[in-house]
């Protein structure tokens, strides 16, 4: 997307954060589980952690700078690398560049590319095996995206006059179209994709960049529930991105975005703001309910995913001696029980 202003990849992992220490409030929440080092071949090379998703057996890793899709064992290991070369060989001429990635219960891997075919996504087997094109939007690519039950579930930002949720069955024959969006700052949802979708138990959790508001819907549309929980050190927007981004200045982009928002469980939520002020995440936990658990606090390593009780953190270790930089790997940590 030409002019767009990402958030989750924005900054270095190793170097933005050296001098923030993680939080007591929060490490007493979590029970550190290990280190998920990734391993492979001898051309493994992992430059970044922009998505991550979670499967049953399966991790995900969407590497934007190399264009490249490592799907991994829930040990690290190598199972197959999705890449214009394997894409060029089901689909000769194809411009893959990939831009969001998800899976469903099955391990099936969707592919969202944002160079070519805008409105469709590439969907391959828990193997690696190419199973074909789903169409669900008219021109432009979601933001975000999740597959629950059989249903694709996009935050569909056509422009700063069109924006909504869409449900599509995966066979592509239904869909329908719901959500409330800000009425002001339109520019900036439309040029600032977050990841703005959690889904689960039959339940959508959706956030937007420009305001600390959570929205529930079922998988029919119905508004269930929103809350509103703003973080101490909060910058609100003080006023839209103007129409050509490429004249935004610093202070334009300064306000505390919301950055990601993900079900740690059937009953936790996690949402992850930036700060940009601070150059800082700030991470807050609540029910899905929306009592709050643990109010934002800074964190010195991002979180990509979490799943089943569990948060995940990427890490850049430190170079070795001799200058290597070693692939990211992910930490692991359990939501311990919470009265």
């Known amino acids: 997307m030409v002019g767009i202003m990402t958030t989750s990849w924005c900054f270095g992992v190793s170097s933005l954060f050296c001098q923030v220490q993680w939080p007591t409030k929060l490490t007493n929440l979590l ?3 290990g280190d998920i080092v990734f391993s492979g071949d001898k051309q493994l090379v992992i430059s970044e952690i922009a998505i991550c998703a979670i499967g049953a057996e399966e991790i995900v890793i969407l590497d934007q700078r190399q264009k490249t899709i490592f799907c ?14 394997k894409v060029d060989s089901v689909l ?23 160079a070519q075919a805008r409105g469709e996504m590439l969907r391959f087997a828990h193997d690696g095996t190419f199973k074909g094109k789903i169409r669900y939007a ?40 719901f959500g409330r969006f800000p009425k002001q700052f339109r520019n900036a949802i439309y040029r600032t994709p977050v990841i703005s979708l959690a889904v689960g138990n039959g339940m959508i959790y959706q956030i937007h960049c420009v305001e600390p508001t959570v ?10 529930n929103t809350f509103t929980h703003t973080p101490a050190k909060y910058v609100p927007i003080e006023h839209d ?11 334009d982009m300064a306000w505390t975005t919301t950055e990601a928002i993900f079900l740690i469980d059937f009953q936790h939520l996690l949402i992850q703001f930036l700060d940009r002020q601070q150059k800082a995440f700030l991470v807050m936990i609540m029910r899905t309910d929306g009592t709050m658990i ?17 948060v995940y953190f990427a890490s850049q ?23």
């Open 138 to 177: 008219e021109r432009n690519n979601a933001f975000h995206f999740a597959v629950e039950n059989n249903k694709l579930i996009s935050y569909i930002v056509q422009g700063p006059d069109e924006m909504y949720l869409r449900v599509t069955e995966l066979s592509g024959n239904t869909s329908l179209d």
């Open 72 to 85: 991994f064992n829930k040990r690290g290991a190598l199972r197959y690398r999705i890449d214009r070369a």
């Open 317 to 339: 270790p430190e170079p070795s001696p001799d200058g290597y930089l070693p692939n990211p790997m992910l930490r692991k940590a359990k939501l311990k029980a919470v009265k």
């Open 92 to 114: 000769p001429g194809y411009q893959f560049s990939p831009f969001n990635v998800a899976l469903d219960s099955t391990g099936s891997v969707y592919v969202q590319s944002d």
């Open 215 to 224: 929205y529930v819907y079922d998988m029919q549309g119905h508004l269930h």
């Open 31 to 33: 029970s550190w589980d």
């Open 294 to 310: 643990l109010d934002a606090v800074p964190v010195p390593e991002r979180v990509v995913a979490a799943r089943d009780g569990y």
């Open 241 to 251: 991105l103007p129409v050509d981004f490429m004249s935004a200045t610093k202070k």
